[in-house]
């Protein structure tokens, strides 16, 4: 009688576990890792160990300020110096190195010129890899899905969509990042430069130019002002 009692409750357990479905969207569930990065973070918050919007502000200085700020400076000494740019062109990790640019997620690096016949935007389709030691840390579009899948189908309607038509002329390549290979893109010049020193035309070159989804514009009479 034992035995009888027992069998239903087991068939009922592995059933229960049988009928569950796979129809959800898995990419929509937290990563193991961002679960635990969010509990770590309320933790210290909770225990008065740091301020929530500190570590918002580092976040952003890394993925906003500082990182593209090396970057923009690599792209600025090409701009202003053929002899560097074609070091750069050919061997991307000496000529980093050169200005101090090197380390974790950009050991191996390779720039890819914007001419006026060629428009150069980088993607990870696997996942997020991206050069930390020249761009910092990832915006949150880059990692999302629909940027990682679409960029690959349909570069011109991601790029027309962060406001950059590529002319039907001008050939659009799209670059795979990996953990081995990272790419870093070098704009073109805008117009009306001439006149600007190194330091002013890196403040030109925003993030998005060193991704390769948005073009550079000249600067505006108030931004020389
Ligand atoms: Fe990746």
């Known amino acids: 009688m034992e035995k009888t009692d027992l069998q239903p409750a087991a068939t009922g357990g592995v059933s229960g576990e049988a009928v569950h479905s796979h129809t959800?969207?898995?990419?929509?569930?937290?990563?193991?890792?961002?679960?635990?990065?969010?509990?770590?973070?309320?933790?210290?918050?909770?225990k008065g160990l740091v301020d929530r919007a500190a570590l918002d502000a580092l976040v952003d200085a890394y993925e906003n300020k500082i990182g593209p700020r090396n970057g923009a400076r690599v792209v600025a000494r090409?701009?202003?110096?053929?002899?560097?740019?074609q070091r750069?062109?050919?061997?991307a990790n000496s000529a980093l190195a050169e200005l101090g640019f090197a380390g974790q997620q950009g050991?191996?690096?390779?720039?890819?010129?914007?001419?006026?016949?060629?428009?150069?935007?980088?993607?990870?389709?696997?996942?997020?890899?991206?050069?930390?030691?020249?761009l910092g840390l990832p915006p949150v579009w880059y990692k999302s899905a629909p940027y990682r899948s679409r960029t690959v189908m349909d570069p011109r309607g991601v790029?027309?969509?962060?406001?950059t038509a590529i002319p039907e002329d001008v050939e659009v390549r799209v670059w795979d990042s990996t953990a081995e290979l990272r790419y870093l893109v070098l704009p073109e010049r805008p117009a009306d430069t001439?006149?600007?020193?190194?330091?002013?035309?890196?403040?030109?070159?925003?993030?998005?130019?060193?991704?390769?989804?948005?073009?550079?514009a000249p600067p505006t009479s108030e931004g020389r002002a």
């Open 159 to 163: 790029l027309n969509e962060f406001g």
């Open 107 to 134: 050991e191996n690096m390779v720039v890819v010129e914007n001419t006026p016949e060629v428009h150069n935007v980088v993607v990870c389709t696997l996942c997020s890899c991206y050069p930390w030691p020249v």
């Open 78 to 85: 090409a701009w202003t110096d053929p002899a560097y740019k």
């Open 24 to 46: 959800h969207d898995h990419q929509a569930v937290p990563s193991d890792l961002a679960l635990r990065v969010k509990s770590l973070e309320s933790l210290l918050v909770e």
């Open 88 to 91: 750069l062109l050919t061997d």
């Open 194 to 216: 001439e006149s600007l020193t190194e330091e002013e035309l890196a403040a030109l070159v925003t993030r998005d130019s060193l991704i390769g989804v948005a073009k550079l």
